[in-house]
């Protein structure tokens, strides 16, 4: 199985973290991806716009993401998307850090 690496070193924010995922990805339907851990599901568990083909998802540098919050801000952005990878029966998604 193909591995797409996410390099998350030096993302800053939610928004720049989905912009790296679509350009390490490159998937059909970038243009109307929802940028955000719901639509991220449905990529990756109901193949919707977004969907990064059938491959491992591999997210280095991922400690580097600690200090994100969720859209709502109540929670951490990081714990959120490796919820979503333990759930996902599709898509087999990993964390590396450092």
């Not at 991806?33 to 639509?39: E, H, I, P, T, Y």
Request: net charge negative; with cysteine; hydrophobic share 40%.
């Amino acid at each position: 199985m193909r591995e797409v690496v996410v390099d998350c070193s030096g993302i800053r924010s939610p928004d720049e973290f989905w912009q790296r995922y679509l350009d390490a990805v490159k998937p059909e339907g970038a243009s109307v991806f929802g940028r955000n851990l719901d639509a991220f599901w449905d990529a990756i568990e109901g193949g919707g716009p977004g969907w990064p083909g059938d491959v491992t998802l591999i997210f280095s540098h991922s400690d580097q993401l600690s200090a994100l919050r969720t859209q709502n801000g109540n929670g951490s952005f990081l714990d959120a998307l490796k919820t979503i990878a333990n759930e996902a029966t599709v898509i087999s998604v990993k964390f590396i850090e450092g």
